[in-house]
């Protein structure tokens, strides 16, 4: 007879991640206003997203626990913890340094999650990307965000 929980599958924990997220939106989101479809609130937009990755996170939960999935395997902590530090430098630095060096800055920060990349790569995804990042962003968008400081 087949068991019913299947713990420790990649969709279970999937579905918890989701779950978690959209219960911290609701939590963030629960004063502002909703609205109507006709007279939308600036929560109307924000509470639907949360609704829906809830429920994507309910159905893999659900999933999770009634099938057979790919086992959850080890979780690293250095690129985990290069990652995020490099979105909290491109937080810290894009209203002080601008878009270019907040973007050179994080993937300076990301290159040392993984052994396997090398300066020289590094170097010039971070030049390409700060240089696209301001042409579409800066230029073409005209968001108010200094390319330098």
Known sequence: MKTI?????????????LSAIAIVALFYIRTLAIGTVLDMGPGYFPLGLALILLGMGLVLIVKGLTTAGMPAGVVHLRPLFFILLSFAAFGLLIERAGLAIAIL?????AHFASRESTWRVSLITGVILAAMSSIVFVWLLKL??????
């Open 5 to 17: 929980v299947q713990r420790g599958n990649t969709d279970f924990y999937s579905g918890l991640l």
């Open 105 to 109: 800055a994080q993937v300076a920060i």
């Open 144 to 149: 108010p965000v200094n390319v330098l400081p």
